[in-house]
């Protein structure tokens, strides 16, 4: 990593592999140092959480949001709704893998954040994305005179996505 232009001491580097990564050598703009320290890169084998389900729903309506449990357990995952405070949920299932479908009715989107099991704390993955449709809607105004036995037309100002169905009496 080269032309590190910033006043911040602490910095991260991004790697892509398993392993132990050593710092070998340091360059500021006058000198040369040896780097010094290690870490080691591993890979969480369980548990594991993944979560699907985006849909549109009327407002008020219900939708599944699925999410794939992996690893042994009991689980508990935890998500947050649009960047709210972070929901525990209690899986009991004592089997290696299960998919635990949650009924949810407010928009916005759930992402998984971590998921842990009675020995580990593994890897949460993805976003579920509720969205609600647009409510419909339908108006009559005004005042229709019309002698008698005569019939009239009523307009109706619709708004949504058609096709509509309307009742009256």
């Known amino acids: 990593i080269s032309n590190i232009d910033t006043a ?3 910095i991260e580097f991004t790697v892509d592999d398993l392993g132990t990564y050593q710092l070998l050598h340091v360059w500021d703009a ?4 040896q780097g010094t320290g290690t870490t080691v890169v591993i890979l969480r084998e369980n548990p594991r959480a993944s979560i699907t389900g985006d849909s549109i729903i009327c407002p008020g309506d219900t939708t599944q949001i699925t999410i794939d449990l992996s690893g042994d357990g009991p689980w508990t995952f935890y998500y947050t709704l649009s960047e709210g405070d972070e929901i525990a949920v209690d899986v009991p299932e004592s089997v290696p ?3 635990y479908n949650m009924n949810v009715w407010e928009a916005g989107i759930y992402r998984l954040t971590r998921v842990t099991n009675a020995t580990d704390e593994g890897c949460a993955y993805g976003t579920a ?3 609600n449709y647009v409510q419909p809607s339908a108006t009559i105004t005004g005042e229709i005179t019309i002698c008698e036995g005569a019939s009239t037309n009523i307009p109706v100002t619709l708004e949504g996505t058609s096709p509509w169905s309307i009742f009256y009496q």
Do not use: G, L, R
Not at 30 to 33: P, S, T
């Open 8 to 10: 911040a001491v602490d």
């Open 30 to 33: 006058n000198c040369m140092a």
């Open 97 to 99: 893998s299960f998919e």
């Open 129 to 131: 994305t509720i969205e």
